[in-house]
């Protein structure tokens, strides 16, 4: 991707982030005070709780920076699987290629071909696989890469942010 389209697409993330900004400071007192964990229940009701029924964080910049990224559609469902894995920032997942395809309605094999081509634009990196006597071989994916990449994408988003504070001075 070119750089001046780079450039639009963090100009436009932040725009969106200005309007969030505005919407928040225009907010309810009562509604600040919430706890994160009842804020969660408030917008999700009996659809998040402990085990199965948990929820995931992800950076607000995965989702805004997709294109910059070059992740499509199928790609980005495998990530968030992946990422659904990953509780613990020292320890990468380990998913089952097979899980996350039962979980998109798709093969094996298309799933394989997504971390693939993510591993390939330097997102994950497929670890070797690790045996042991007692339990299943694990495959880890690090996440290295693409938390990398989005600190740059952030780290860039902030500088537009600063320069267009400093404009309107």
């Given at each position: 991707?070119?750089?001046?389209?780079?450039?639009?697409?963090?100009?436009?993330?932040?725009?969106?982030?200005?309007?969030?900004?505005?919407?928040?400071?225009?907010?309810?007192?009562?509604?600040?005070?919430?706890?994160?964990?009842?804020?969660?229940?408030?917008?999700?009701?009996?659809?998040?709780?402990?085990?199965?029924?948990?929820?995931?964080?992800?950076?607000?910049?995965?989702?805004?920076?997709?294109?910059?990224?070059?992740?499509?559609?199928?790609?980005?469902?495998?990530?968030?699987?992946v990422l659904m894995h990953w509780w613990v920032a020292d320890v990468w997942p380990f998913p089952r290629a097979e899980r996350i395809a039962a979980r998109m309605g798709v093969s094996k094999r298309t799933v394989d071909r997504h971390l693939m081509s993510l591993e390939q634009k330097g997102l994950i990196e497929r670890l070797a696989v690790e045996t042991f006597e007692d339990r299943p071989a694990i495959r880890r994916i690090s996440l290295e890469g693409l938390v990398d990449r989005l600190q740059e994408l952030a780290e860039e988003m902030r500088r537009y942010e600063d320069d267009y504070a400093a404009e309107k001075i």
């Open positions: 991707m070119d750089k001046l389209r780079q450039k639009c697409l963090i100009y436009n993330h932040y725009i969106d982030l200005l309007h969030c900004t505005w919407f928040y400071a225009e907010m309810n007192a009562k509604h600040r005070k919430i706890s994160p964990a009842q804020r969660l229940e408030a917008k999700w009701k009996g659809a998040v709780g402990e085990g199965f029924t948990g929820y995931q964080l992800l950076p607000d910049i995965l989702i805004r920076s997709q294109a910059s990224l070059g992740i499509n559609d199928g790609e980005m469902v495998v990530l968030l699987n």
